[in-house]
């Protein structure tokens, strides 16, 4: 499985109780390397195969055979990527179904744009390792642990575990499983969070409650358009999601904030923001524009840190909503557009160079993705466009730091 889950649930749900077995089809080259990665969406996940080779590119070698961080060089590789539901305390096992098999990983941090490349060219390390051999006695498993002591675990006879490490809610990881010699079966990777995430508060008695009215059209004509949606804020910690209908009604309690997410098949996709208030009813009219070469879409929740290409934990929605557009309407062609906060300032070669790093990585999301190279490109525009020249708030000046999708073609 190479596609993030549907937007709406990127923060997965990896609770330790209940367990859900996820299993592993087929493998295919591609996932012996990093922009193949599989996702990881349940506690308990179990590889069946014997994975043999290290995919299309060996992206890890030629390091000491004595190195703690990293392997010598790949052997036979599987990547994997996956995201903590909670803040909390990581901690795993890989458990191969024959005890004869070694096993090591990595643990890379994934909020790096570009990542793959960056760990073929070693602009990245990883942040946990273990290289060790495989004991036995515990059934050569290997992992993390709040027991183990140090953070990387050079090649030979040492411990099976790693330390522990603190994790925030929704941070993402990739970890790259290796056999140094041929495998003979497979493994089961089971995540622990300590504490798990946490449950859904009931609602308080004698709350008064709302009702959401949500209302999708075509733009030019009016008529009514089904549509999927997804309703950020409406329950605690979770999204609510809504598919084939052009009208939804909901109940909630009084005074949310929310972010609405509409798509359909043949329109641009949007994304807005209603304000909480006290009124008995909310509603809400999406009018949806057809595709059309010279359509534009502004992904205002695609916010990035201040003179930086890393994107803030929030744009998220936004990043799965293109990827959602992308693949309802196969035949588009888009051009991702970066821009920059540059008040005062002549359009630089900085500028520039930031909003196309900006651009790429909305490219590089979308591409390890699986939409095509020929579907997409990106730019960077700089400060040329800023929707504030003068930004008055810390608000404007990060709605400066956007990413545009253009339609250029059908």
Known sequence: MKKFLSLFQVVICLASTPLLA???GTLTQEN?????????????????????????????????????????REHHTTWYKFRSPVATTLTFDIIPDNIEDDIDFLLF????????????????????????????KIGSRC?????????????????????????????????????????????????????PPPPEPEDEPGKPKQKLEIA???????????????????????????????????????????????VSKGYMFQTIRVKGTTDPVVR?????????????????????????????RQSEASLLMLLQFMNENPNVVIEIQGHVNGPT??????????STSRAKTVYDFLLVNDIGPRRISYVGLGNSQMLFPEPKSKEQSEA???????????
């Open 22 to 24: 996820q299993v592993q």
């Open 32 to 72: 012996g390397d990093c922009t193949g990665a599989i996702s990881i969406k349940d506690s308990v996940f179990h590889q069946p195969h014997a994975v043999r080779g290290f995919g299309n590119k060996l992206e890890i070698k030629e390091n000491p055979a004595d190195h703690k961080q990293w392997f010598e």
């Open 109 to 136: 941090n994934g909020a790096i744009p570009g990542i793959c490349d960056k760990i073929a060219t070693r602009q990245v390390e990883p942040v946990r390792s273990n290289i060790s051999r495989n004991d036995k």
């Open 143 to 195: 992992g993390l642990s709040k027991d183990a002591t140090e953070d990387f675990v050079r090649s030979g006879v040492g411990s099976s575990y790693s330390r522990a490490i603190e994790v925030q809610a929704g941070e993402l990881f990739y970890l790259v499983v290796d056999y140094m010699e041929r495998p003979r079966a497979g493994y089961t990777i089971h995540f622990h969070y300590d504490p």
């Open 216 to 262: 999708i059209s075509d733009a030019k004509t009016g008529k009514p358009l089904q549509a999927s949606i997804t309703v950020e804020g409406m329950t605690y910690d979770k999204v609510v999601e809504g598919k084939g209908r052009d009208r939804y009604e909901y109940e909630m309690p009084s005074y949310r904030n929310l972010r609405i997410g509409c």
């Open 284 to 312: 809400v009219d999406i009018k949806l524009m057809p595709i059309a070469p010279g359509e534009q879409v502004i992904l205002d929740d695609i916010r990035f840190v201040g003179n930086e290409d890393r994107v803030m």
């Open 345 to 354: 300032f002549k359009n630089k070669k900085e500028f520039i160079d930031l």
């Open 400 to 410: 400066n730091r956007r990413v545009e999708i253009k339609v250029m073609g059908m």
